[in-house]
């Protein structure tokens, strides 16, 4: 297939241009020329701001479930986790399906072209196999390829349910047994051409020390990225600490876990060390400022670990909101409120932690960015919101970054195929509907 877009403005890292034509081919952006006043015949056009594909680095697409729930009362990471477990009790492949399908089509009215699904829902409750051992798995690709985006299933293991403790009776869903049985059944997942396969360390709460590397030659061995949850919590670190002696970070140093395939997620409490070995080893940061604010949990050292050599992406993890706009502004204006000072990234950097390094932190190194030979994955923001309108001689990356929301996102492009055109989604018809109904049918 063959088509030609033009955008009225788009960012080419690191400055904005005008008139910007994007000739596709097979999915991928085969020429860019710029100031082309006009749309050629033939062109679609695309009014607004138009940007890379964004790419949410890290989703619990059943957390979507969740939202406007826990924020009720009070409580902790802990008892919010509660309420999450009895959420997950209740999915089948089939409601998974039809929820994360509803998800990552408003994930595609989001901007966003690429999840990372962090996937340990591998079971029936109770811990009965499927007779497709990895029905939960292929529910969620199938569910991207439906809402026309790109996945890596960053399928997780989780076999414990704390240092040297088996599942609770919630978690016995999640576990394979042994990362020797994790891996087979991983082992048995499919990549598409829309989905690639990862591997995933829970936490090193949830995986024991002596079978992190399991795990970790598993994803070597596939080229696959490795992500693993770290430091969310002071008391994942304390108890680290009782049981091996060290932090977390040190423990999956120590076990082969770290380097340039990994990623962090969260990795807010951490030591000097800490920071030196992440940075050290360039093991990538992701970091979900909504849901780290939803839960109290606090604000990571970002700009240290950046500046120490971790690459930075962003994920809506429990998907409290869906807005990579929100999580790259917050990034920066947290590390204000922690610090009293301003300015710790430019917009473009925010940008590009949300579009390029996002998408290679999900093994996806030819997206997220407008150029010859990239995927065709874009995004194009209004111009003539509330929120965005101003002087096209200000327009920037600031614009998008520090103005924008998910609800100015006007067109979604995935492989070329605009998936979603003047705010509408084309492939799921009536998207709050479709997430009320999946929602709905897991409380019936």
Not at 48 to 65: K, Q
Not at 327 to 338: H, K
Request: with cysteine; charged share 20%.
């Amino acid at each position: 297939m063959q088509v030609t877009y033009w955008a009225e403005h788009a960012w080419l890292d690191p400055a904005v241009e005008d008139g910007v034509v994007i000739e596709v081919a097979d999915g991928r952006i085969t020429a860019v020329r710029t100031a082309v006043p006009t749309p050629p015949p033939g062109a679609v056009p695309l009014r607004g701001l138009t940007l890379p594909g964004l790419a949410n680095a890290h989703s619990h697409a059943f957390h979507r479930a969740l939202r406007a729930r826990t924020q009720v009362g009070s409580g902790t990471f802990w008892t919010w986790r509660e309420v999450m477990y009895g959420v997950a009790d209740r999915l089948t492949p089939d409601s998974y399906f039809a929820l994360a399908r509803a998800v990552y089509a408003e994930m595609a009215l989001a901007g966003i072209t690429s999840v990372g699904e962090f996937h340990y829902l591998h079971h029936a409750p109770g811990g009965t196999r499927y007779a497709e051992p990895n029905a939960m798995g292929e529910a969620l690709i199938a569910a991207a390829a439906e809402a026309g985006i790109r996945i890596t299933l960053l399928d997780t293991a989780y076999l414990s349910s704390g240092f040297g403790e088996p599942p609770t009776a919630h978690q016995l869903r999640f576990s394979d047994g042994t990362a020797e049985a994790w891996a087979e059944r991983a082992a048995g997942l499919k990549p598409a051409e829309h989905a690639r396969i990862g591997a995933a360390v829970h936490s090193v709460r949830a995986v024991p020390a002596g079978q992190l590397a399991t795990v970790a030659d598993w994803a070597a061995r596939h080229e696959a990225p490795l992500h693993v949850h770290l430091s969310e919590q002071t008391a994942e670190n304390d108890a680290c600490r009782a049981a091996h002696g060290c932090t977390p970070t040190r423990l999956l140093a120590d076990h082969g876990v770290l380097g340039p395939r990994t990623t962090a997620v969260h990795a807010t409490h951490l030591t000097d060390e800490d920071v030196a070995l992440l940075g050290g080893s360039r093991t990538g940061t992701c970091m979900c400022p909504t849901t780290e604010r939803d839960l109290a949990d606090g604000i990571g050292p970002a700009g240290a670990l950046q500046r120490a050599g971790s690459p930075l992406s962003l994920g809506s993890d429990s998907h409290a909101v869906i807005d990579l706009f929100e999580e790259a502004r917050a990034m920066e204006l947290d590390e204000r409120l922690r610090t009293r000072t301003r300015g710790h990234w430019t917009a473009a950097a925010l940008l590009r932690a949300a579009t390029a390094d996002g998408h290679a932190s999900l093994g996806w190194d030819d997206a997220g960015r407008i150029g010859a030979g990239a995927l065709a994955d874009f995004t194009t923001i209004a111009l003539d919101s509330v929120r965005t309108a101003g002087p096209p001689a200000l327009l920037g990356a600031e614009t998008a970054v520090f103005a924008a929301t998910a609800a100015d996102v006007r067109h979604t492009v995935v492989g070329g195929r605009h998936v979603v055109r003047d705010g509408e989604h084309r492939l799921v018809p009536d998207v709050p509907r479709t997430l009320a109904e999946s929602i709905a049918a897991l409380y019936g």
